[in-house]
């Protein structure tokens, strides 16, 4: 008998640092829903909690602030490469192909856009959403690019991506919606050549002051 009392002592606190880590996961999961879904602005912490099973209390207890949630969510969302997988002579080759795949028409939304779509307006938000980039992609993308001004490029080829996805997924423009996607692919695998410098071999053109 008492044996059996001691290991159920000794199993409390493995078990509740897996109670305490599913909950966590489960606020996550709730919260990069909410805020993919809503933006920073529209998600709230009440929704979030009722979502996750949990009280707003125990939100803020795992993470603080909506404002860390929302830092933690970003992370979590920017962390897989969805467009840009490929790393050195690939870049362009690899970023065109999987931009074309991921904003067909059928093609489900990706996450980390809608994101930034829908939380930017928010000032903070967008400070947190630029950190979160440059922590994931931009900082990955520029060290990649020879050159000058290469973080200019490797921000412009965001640009370019971000653009695309927003006026072929989001809006859904004819002529992009409709286009062929070998032809559009090897279109925009140019224009991304151009910015990571694998035309000719050399980088962008570009006076330095």
């Not at 966590?24 to 909410?34: H, K, N, P, Q, Y």
């Not at 000058?148 to 991506?161: C, D, M, N």
Request: include cysteine.
């Amino acid at each position: 008998m008492t044996h059996d009392v001691i290991g159920d002592d000794q199993d409390r606190p493995r078990a509740h640092r897996r109670d305490a880590a599913a909950t966590r996961e489960a606020i996550l999961r709730s919260a990069v829903s909410a805020f993919t879904r809503c933006g920073y602005d529209g998600a709230g912490l009440r929704e979030i909690a009722g979502a996750a099973g949990v009280t707003a209390m125990m939100v803020n207890r795992y993470f603080g602030t909506k404002e860390q949630l929302f830092a933690e969510v970003v992370d979590i969302a920017f962390a897989p490469r969805t467009i840009l997988v490929e790393d050195g002579p690939g870049l362009a080759h690899g970023a065109a192909t999987e931009l074309v795949a991921r904003t067909a028409p059928e093609a489900e939304h990706l996450d980390p856009f809608l994101l930034m779509l829908r939380s930017a307006p928010n000032p903070r938000a967008a400070e947190i959403i630029r950190a979160g980039i440059e922590r994931h992609v931009g900082g990955r993308v520029a060290a990649q690019l020879s050159g000058a001004a290469a973080g200019e490029r490797s921000e412009l080829l965001l640009s370019l991506i971000a653009g695309i996805w927003l006026m072929r997924k989001v809006i859904g423009t004819p002529a992009l919606a409709a286009a062929e996607p070998g032809a559009l692919t090897a279109e925009i695998e140019e224009l991304f050549r151009l910015l990571t410098g694998e035309i000719r071999g050399e980088p962008m053109n570009r006076a330095v002051r």
